[in-house]
């Protein structure tokens, strides 16, 4: 890539890499913040986006290095510019990919937290509505009528 190309490739693409950062760093707050607001889920989107950012800038400068019969036109430019702006799609959807793994495993873990809460109410609560007198988690059942058994022949 001549000189004069080199500014402006590598200007145009660290405009592209920081704004799709951003777009990715509010939408994964948001994402894995999810409807019960948890904490530290800005802190998992900061390390995701950043791992994002220093991928895309590190194929930004390999391309803007690699492939000199790529320099020279103006179609070598927007070529270039091109397949940048591919790996950068890629780059995305990976990052996509680890904020859904990352949101699916909070929304187990909360389910099954959920369950062990529901586990635990369930056992103080008695088995079934004692009989006015009767107190405690298994009351008796209330007897026969004139004590005879339902099934006496």
Same mark, same amino acid.
Request: no cysteine; glycine share 10%.
């Given at each position: ?22 777009? +990715? ?6 994402? #894995?913040?999810?409807?019960? !607001?948890? $904490?530290? /889920? &800005? =802190?998992? %989107? ?7 950012? +220093? ?6 400068? #390999?391309?803007?290095?690699? !492939?000199? $019969?790529? /320099? &020279? =036109?103006? %179609? ?78």
């Amino acid at each position: 890539m001549p000189d004069n190309e080199l500014p402006g490739f590598l200007i145009i693409g660290l405009i592209f890499v920081v704004a799709d950062g951003q777009v +990715l760093y509010r939408g994964a707050r948001r994402y #894995l913040t999810g409807p019960d !607001a948890r $904490e530290g /889920s &800005g =802190s998992v %989107a900061w390390m995701v986006v950043t791992v994002f950012h +220093l991928a895309a800038i590190g194929m930004l400068a #390999l391309l803007a290095v690699v !492939a000199p $019969e790529w /320099s &020279g =036109s103006a %179609a070598a430019f927007v070529g270039r510019l091109g397949v940048f702006l591919l790996l950068m799609a890629v780059a995305h959807v990976l990052t996509l990919s680890v904020l859904g793994h990352r949101r699916q495993d909070h929304v187990v873990e909360t389910r099954l937290r959920q369950r062990e809460d529901d586990h635990v109410d369930s056992l103080r609560e008695p088995t079934v509505t004692p009989v006015p007198g009767q107190e405690g988690r298994n009351p008796q059942v209330s007897p026969d009528l004139g004590d005879r058994g339902p099934y006496r022949a």
